[in-house]
């Protein structure tokens, strides 16, 4: 198990906020990854990072931005939230060929 | 067209069927392959890797069929339990960024 912790669990939030979604993990894994999930779209690919010096774009980062504080805290951030960010926000890490998801966050934008 | 496609579902089975799905990925380059697990809300789990000569665990067996582009899954013997969401998820070899598909609900009844 790769211990992967999210914060907040859920949160509301309103159009125009910035907002910062914590992830942490305690196996020293270097790969991080920042999935959003919404309802028969699966998971899609915000960012991901190699490790704190390296940050890669997914297929939706617009609007998006990460930090890679440690190894072990990869942040994901909202600038100016707008509802169509309304999601489950999952972090995940690679290890071997595998990942391992935290337990998401449920983030709503009024 | 997506990278992986999976039929939504929802598949209704009683328990005690033998139930399959099916996964398309589009890209040839693909080298693993994977099915997860999520349930309701919660994070993505990983159920099996898919190899090539196809595997086995317990009543749940994976098939890879590289000409074709699909990847199965068969779940024999269906128990209450089973009942979830089922995602098929490649990777192009590097490991850096896998490929979801948007899931495939099975509802096992009593």
């Known amino acids: 198990d790769a211990d992967v912790t999210q914060t907040p669990r859920n949160r509301i939030t309103k159009t125009g906020k910035r907002i910062m979604l914590e992830c942490s993990q305690t196996?020293?894994?270097?790969?991080m990854y920042w999935y959003r999930q919404d309802p028969g779209l699966g998971l899609r690919l915000i960012y991901y990072?190699?490790?704190?010096?390296?940050?890669n774009k997914g297929e939706i980062s617009d609007g998006y931005s990460v930090s890679r504080q440690a190894q072990a805290k990869f942040s994901l951030s909202l600038e100016s939230a707008i509802p169509n960010q309304t999601a489950l926000y999952f972090c995940a890490i690679r290890d071997n060929n595998e990942q391992f998801f935290g337990p998401g966050t449920r983030l709503t934008v009024l | 067209r997506k990278e992986v496609e999976q039929d939504p579902g929802p598949f209704n089975v009683p328990e005690g069927a033998t139930v399959a799905f099916n996964c398309t990925y589009s890209?040839?380059?693909?080298?693993?392959f994977f099915w997860y697990r999520q349930d309701c809300r919660k994070e993505p789990k990983l159920l099996m890797s898919v190899y090539s000569s196809g595997n086995e665990d317990g009543r749940f067996t994976a098939q890879l069929n590289r000409a074709s582009q699909y990847i199965s899954l068969l779940i024999r013997d269906s128990k209450l339990s089973d009942s979830a969401t089922y995602l098929c998820?490649?990777?192009?070899?590097?490991?850096?960024?896998?490929?979801f598909g948007s899931g495939t609900k099975l509802n096992v009844k009593p």
């Open positions: 890209n040839s380059a693909s080298q693993s």
């Open positions: 998820v490649v990777n192009r070899g590097n490991f850096n960024k896998f490929y």
């Open positions: 196996k020293g894994h270097d790969r």
């Open positions: 990072s190699f490790d704190v010096k390296d940050i």
